[in-house]
């Protein structure tokens, strides 16, 4: 019973960073109706340069975050506003093959540069230290990485119910045209988004990098993760991409514990399942 209750504990908080990998990739389906194929191999690119970072600086991965994650925010806001604006809004396959094309060239890039050798970011003792709790054994690194997961969560899920950004983003959701006619710059406002994406895929990146090795061909990988998490949970809905996650985690370490090969295998069919059962997603709103 306890080792069952340790292998849901350790699903939950593996299906947090799930999450995370998942919310940037929700908000460009809500916001700006696209499907970013390239978002894992965005998710990698944040690792490496936080590795590149803490070798320069000789510092730690968190300490790192105060250079990556304004880096990735301009490296998101000059991408969406040079190249993936000229595809939003022209239908699903535009925005589709432009991010293939751009997937491949970070791949490729990011092998030139690093070598196609596993790299992993060094977080010390703190990557091994855990307590107990009532018998269960809790690792401090996945405790600390759900904590970080469920308040952006919080804290994206205010912004877009409560705030004047977040209106923005409902109104050109629902109608980019009459958006545009009292004065919201679409444009911009997609490219700020975006930023924000890659400002939150860098904490995700900090995270998937300190517990996985990673390599430039780990990208679609992330991806595949990313997009269970966001259909499971129901296409555009925040918290319904976090629940997504954790179901995708909880799948994974129990399918491990049938056959330690057998992980991923049961997380994509927990996933198959439950869209053939629903295909809108556990939240989405079903179509008439």
């Not at 780990?218 to 996650?245: H, I, K, M």
Request: proline share 3%; hydrophobic share 55%.
């Amino acid at each position: 019973m306890q080792a069952l209750i340790e292998t849901i504990a350790g699903g939950l908080m593996l299906g947090a960073l799930y999450a995370l990998f998942g919310l940037g990739l929700s908000l460009s389906l809500g916001v700006m109706k696209m499907i970013n194929i390239a978002h894992g191999d965005l998710i990698v690119l944040g690792a490496y340069l936080c590795s590149t970072v803490m070798q320069l600086l000789g510092i730690g991965p968190f300490v790192s975050l105060l250079a990556v994650v304004p880096t990735m925010f301009v490296i998101g806001y000059g991408l969406q506003r040079v190249l993936l604006n000229r595809v939003v809004g022209r239908g699903a396959l535009s925005p589709l093959l432009l991010t293939f094309g751009l997937s491949i060239v970070l791949q490729n890039v990011l092998q030139e540069f690093y070598t196609a050798d596993t790299r992993s970011l060094q977080a010390g003792e703190f990557a091994l230290q855990g307590f107990d709790l009532g018998g269960v054994s809790i690792g401090l690194l996945p405790l600390v990485s759900t904590v970080i997961s469920v308040a952006i969560f919080a804290g994206t899920s205010w912004l877009i119910g409560h705030s004047h950004l977040g209106r923005q983003a409902r109104a050109v959701a629902d109608d980019p045209g009459t958006a545009r006619l009292v004065g919201v710059n679409d444009r911009n406002f997609f490219a700020l988004v975006t930023g924000f994406v890659l400002a939150v895929i860098a904490l995700a990146s900090v995270m998937y990098g300190i517990r996985t090795p990673f390599s430039p061909t780990a990208g679609p990988e992330r991806l595949l993760y990313s997009f269970e998490a966001v259909v499971l949970g129901g296409l555009g809905n925040v918290w319904g991409t976090f629940v997504g996650g954790l179901i995708i985690g909880v799948a994974q370490l129990l399918g491990a514990k049938v056959s330690s090969g057998l992980g991923p295998f049961f997380g994509h069919l927990v996933f198959l399942v439950a869209l053939l059962a629903r295909p809108q997603g556990l939240f989405g709103k079903g179509s008439r």
